[in-house]
Structures are given as C-alpha cells and as structure tokens.
C-alpha cells in the first residue's frame, strides 16, 4: 500500500507555485536587465528615459534614467553617454556644481561596467576641460585624468587628448600649481608619443596636435634656458650615452636659444659621438668657434662637407674655415678653402672676396715690385665678388680704392720692360696666377 501525503500538506506545497517569484535586479545577479518583474522595471525606465530624452526634455528623463543607471548598470553603454550629455546641458544651463559631479560619477561607473579605461578616461578629461578649465580644482581633475588616459595606453592617446593635457599643463604652470619640470617632462612624453606615430603613419590629426603642442610650450615660458639648464645638466651627465634625451634636450635648447650653453655643447658633443650628422657637425664648429677653439672648429667643419650632400651648404662651410684661417694670418690655407667654395658655388661671392683679402697686402718674394703686382690680383677678385653679389659691392669698393692706391708706378715696370696696361702679368710664389697689368694712378 503506497503512503499519501496529508491533505493540508498536498495543499500548501502546491500553493508555492502559485506564490509569485520576486525579482532580482541587474546590479545584483550582473545580469544586463535583471530578473523577472525587476527586467520587466529595467526595459520600461529605458524606454521611458529614451523617450523623454529624444524630446531633450532631460529632467523628466533624468527621474526614469536614474532608476535604469542604479538598478541595471549593464543594460546599456548608451545610457551612460545620454546621462553624460544630460548632465553637461543641465549643468551649462544652471552652473549647479552638482551636474559635474554626478558626470564625473558616470564616467567612472563606465569604466568599472564596460572598461575601455584608456578612451573613457580621455572623453572624460576633455568633458571635463570643457565646462571646468577656468575652475582651479576642476582643472586639476582634469590634468590627472587626461595623464591617467595617456599612461594607460600612450600610443593610442588621441590627439585631442594629448593637446589639451598639454594645455592643462600650461594653465597649472601659470598657477603656479606644477613646476617648471612638469611642463617640460610632460611635453617630452606628449612629443615622443607624437613624433613616434607621425613617422610610423604621418597622420594628419597627429601633426596638428604636435604644431599646436609646440605653440602651447613655447607660450607657457617653462622651456627658457633657465629652467632648462638646470634641469638637464646632471641628467645629461648621468646619461651621456642616453640617445632619446640627447636628442630632446638638443632639440629644446635649440628652440630656448641656449647655444652658447655648456649644456648645449656637452649635449651636442655625446650626440655626434652616437649618430653622426652634418647638422651636428655644423653646430660643434659654431660652438668651438665662439669659445675659440678654431683646431675643433676646422675638424668639425670638415666633418660637416663629408656628411654634407648639397654643394651649397659645402661652400658656406668652407667660407667659414676660410675666415678664420685668413685672421690667423695663414693666408695660403684661406685662400684653398675659398677656392674650394667658389668651386662648389660659382655664386659664392664672399669665398671671391677672401681670395682677394687672402693675396692683399701677402709678399710672395723679396722683390718690392712682384709683391705690389699682387695686388692687381687681389682687385680681380674683388670685382669679381662684387659682380656676383651686388650685396658686397660697399664693402668691397673700399678694398678695391685701397689695393689701387699701392699697385706698382709705370717708372717701375719701365724698368722691367713693362709699358701699357692691360697686358698679362704672372704672380709667382705660391699664388701663381694671371692677371692683368694696372699702374697707380698718381
């Protein structure tokens, strides 16, 4: 004989079925809409919120987003930025503080339901920047959360993101809320982010950003000699071998002006060592020649003219080892480097001129005569220089009135069987070149 429940009991477990099963909402389970009746609540609060929303009725939205925002934070990644936009209108509408922080509290509870940290960080900041650069607290929310996005993932920071950080920073600095260190290690990372990616893919958004970062620097006044000096010298001489810093530092002094820094040379000099280059070579010459190091100098010039491809750029290098051999006094050495520049540029006019100066006044012989005759030479140079750059034409005037006034009188190459003008005369010695006889007018 098979047993039976009691009646009462049949009675009253059957009634649980009919007792109605409470539900569970999204927050609870980590479900998209929750459970039951509370999925039932969530899908008509997203509804109704959308529909007063599409209308931009956002304070009646606001009373039906809330309930969706608190109770399924999954159901959707919209809701988070129609509660965004929300905020920012109420908050541009009445100036309540309390619109910014309720944003602030969206975007954050967006990263902690879809993630995505990096983006969302960086939309943050910006909102941020929009309705609050002008407010010292907001600001600084601001330049921690646009620095937080950038170090998550710095090679997919946006441009946007990068530019305004660096305008972020500017304003701290005229604060006097960062240092100067700050402003310059913060547009170091922004510009190494940038000229990284415009070389890999040349972007036109990135060269914007980089153009406008650079604008910014140059007019917060952090990047003077000043602040940079200090700065990087013991780092320089920590890290001598430190390519990336060399290059950031050069390039930084470079735009401050700070040339004729010991900072500058040092850098310039580590930098050579690693990575030769004409630019390099150029600017060591130019440094040495200021402290007067003119053995330095002609090395690095003639560093310069074998890394250099462009004929022009090499005359001009060898016009400057002509200058400073010519006030040495070694006047033969002067006038090769000119020759060799106005072969490299025809065009040359002043490697034409330091000919002329290089053969004034030089005595090839111990004959009074041959050492005046030189002169003539000297005066064919100089109208030639002028001649092909009318720019010379004042200063090389009183070269030419002053060689004329001690050309050799006509009684002394009557002498030498030397009558009429015009004919060709050679200068020996280690000049050895033609030119034409001319008396001194007396």
């Known amino acids: 004989m098979k047993a039976r429940l009691p009646k009462f009991l049949s009675v009253f477990l059957f009634s649980l079925f009919l007792i109605p099963v409470s539900g569970q909402k999204g ?65 541009k509408q009445t100036k309540e503080r309390s619109y910014i922080d309720s944003m602030i509290l969206v975007y954050d509870n967006r990263i902690k339901y879809f993630g995505e940290a990096h983006y ?4 943050k900041g910006l909102d941020v920047w929009e309705i609050g650069a002008e407010d010292a607290e907001l600001l600084q929310l601001c330049y921690a959360t646009l620095g937080n996005a950038i170090s998550l993932k710095p090679r997919n920071a946006n441009p946007m993101t990068l530019t305004i950080y ?29 000229d990284a990616r415009i070389k890999a893919v040349n972007r036109g958004g990135d060269i914007n950003a980089k153009e406008n970062i650079d604008i910014i620097f ?10 940079l000096i200090p700065l990087f ?49 150029y600017h060591l010459a130019e440094m040495n020649a200021s402290k007067m190091n003119y053995d330095l100098v002609e090395h690095y010039y003639k560093e ?47 490697a034409l001129m330091l000919i002329g100066n290089a053969y004034a006044g030089v005595k090839i012989s111990d004959d009074e005569f041959e050492n005046q005759a030189v002169y003539w030479l000297a005066v064919d140079y100089f109208e030639k220089a002028k001649r092909t750059d009318p720019n010379l034409s004042d200063r090389v005037n009183e070269f030419i009135v002053s060689c004329s006034r001690v050309f050799p009188k006509k009684d002394e190459g009557f002498f030498r069987s030397i009558i009429n003008e015009g004919v060709a005369y050679e200068v020996g010695g280690w000049i050895n070149e033609s030119t034409t006889v001319r008396w001194r007018k007396e």
């Not at 005229?174 to 990372?189: A, F, H, R």
């Not at 140059?218 to 602040?227: E, H, R, V, Y």
């Not at 390519?243 to 950031?248: A, E, I, V």
């Not at 462009?310 to 040495?328: F, Q």
């Open 166 to 194: 660096m305008a972020a920073t500017q304003k701290l600095f005229e604060q006097e809320l960062i240092s100067n260190e700050d402003v310059i290690n913060n547009y170091g990372l922004v510009g190494d982010i940038l």
């Open 27 to 91: 927050i609870e389970d980590g479900s998209k809409y929750g459970h039951n009746e509370d999925s039932v609540n969530c899908r008509k609060n997203l509804s109704l919120y959308k529909t007063y929303y599409d209308q931009k009725n956002y304070n009646m939205a606001l009373s039906f987003w809330r309930k969706s925002y608190n109770e399924c934070p999954l159901a959707s990644k919209n809701m988070y930025l129609h509660g965004i936009r929300m905020y920012k209108t109420l908050y």
């Open 233 to 281: 010298t013991n780092k320089v001489a920590s890290t001598p071998d430190d390519l990336d810093l060399l290059k950031k530092v050069i390039g930084l002094l470079e735009d401050a002006g700070c040339h004729d820094s010991d900072l500058y040379y040092t850098t310039a000099e580590n930098l050579y060592k690693q990575e030769k280059s004409v630019l390099a070579a």
């Open 120 to 123: 969302v960080q960086g939309r």
């Open 218 to 227: 140059k007019a917060s006044g952090a990047g003077t000699c000043d602040g």
């Open 304 to 350: 310069a003219v074998e890394l250099e491809e462009d004929d022009i750029k090499k005359s001009n290098y060898y016009t400057k080892m002509a200058t400073i051999r010519l006030s040495k006094k070694d006047n033969k050495t002067a006038r090769d480097f000119a020759k060799n520049a106005t072969r490299l540029d025809p065009g040359n006019g002043t």
